[in-house]
């Protein structure tokens, strides 16, 4: 069965500090794909990073970046020099066609 | 703006009655998608489309049927509505597998209450 489980229901990270949002996943595919999504309070649905399951390099997106390590089907967030603006659920993504999501790590800013 | 349309925004029903959720994308895209969002359970795939003539169900599809009226429309259908069912409902769709690692896009979500 298809399975993405993010261990952390809530984290807190200092602003200007790094943190790290925890994925693992589970599928039958050889070929799928990886993202992760920030939804603020608005309920907008925001793609943060993605990531194609056949490249070895880890994606990165100025202060995201992931951790993406295929046999252990584990694929982390990073964000560096953390925002208030980063405040916000967090989920992470796996499919090809069909797509699940897990249930998400809130994230707290703390000024 | 291009994008996921969703309707209604908002929704309140009385247990046992019908609805239909409208979702249209003007993106030209082959795959679309219905999700749930609950508290402290994310968001759960109900069903979704991968192109136009094809439905498939998701993680949690009883209770729900869906139409792909064609490229564009993608609607979801609660036939005797249960308090169970309340939730946001989110729409998205996203391009074929073939043209790369394309992300998908989201709708602004539906709130439906069952009462």
């Known amino acids: 069965a298809q399975t993405v489980t993010q261990s952390q229901p809530e984290m807190s990270v200092q602003e200007a500090e790094t943190v790290t949002l925890s994925c693992t996943y589970d599928t039958s595919e050889s070929d799928y794909y990886l993202f992760w999504y920030k939804q603020p309070p608005s309920r907008q649905m925001i793609l943060v990073i993605r990531q194609e399951a056949y490249k070895q390099q880890n994606a990165t997106e100025n202060r995201f970046s992931v951790n993406f390590q295929k046999a252990a089907k584990s694929f982390s967030l990073k964000i560096s020099d953390s925002q208030l603006g980063d405040a916000a659920m967090y989920f992470c993504?796996?499919?090809?066609?069909?797509?699940?999501f897990g249930t998400g790590t809130r994230l707290k800013v703390l000024a | 703006n291009a994008g996921v349309t969703q309707t209604p925004k908002f929704q309140v029903l009385k247990t046992g009655q019908s609805m239909t959720l409208q979702c249209a994308q003007d993106?030209?895209?082959?795959?679309m998608y219905w999700y749930r969002q609950d508290p402290g359970m994310g968001l759960r795939l109900i069903y979704y489309?991968?192109?136009?003539?094809?439905?498939d169900k998701g993680e949690v599809p009883n209770g729900y049927n869906v139409s792909r009226l064609n490229k564009r429309e993608f609607s979801l259908r609660l036939e005797s509505a249960a308090p169970s069912q309340t939730s946001v409902y989110f729409c998205?769709?996203?391009?074929?597998?073939?043209?790369?690692?394309?992300?998908?896009?989201f709708g602004d979500g539906t709130r439906l209450s069952i009462l």
């Open positions: 998205a769709s996203r391009r074929q597998r073939q043209e790369s690692n394309q992300p998908q896009h």
């Open positions: 489309s991968a192109s136009e003539g094809t439905t």
């Open positions: 993504g796996s499919g090809t066609y069909k797509y699940i």
């Open positions: 993106m030209n895209h082959n795959s």
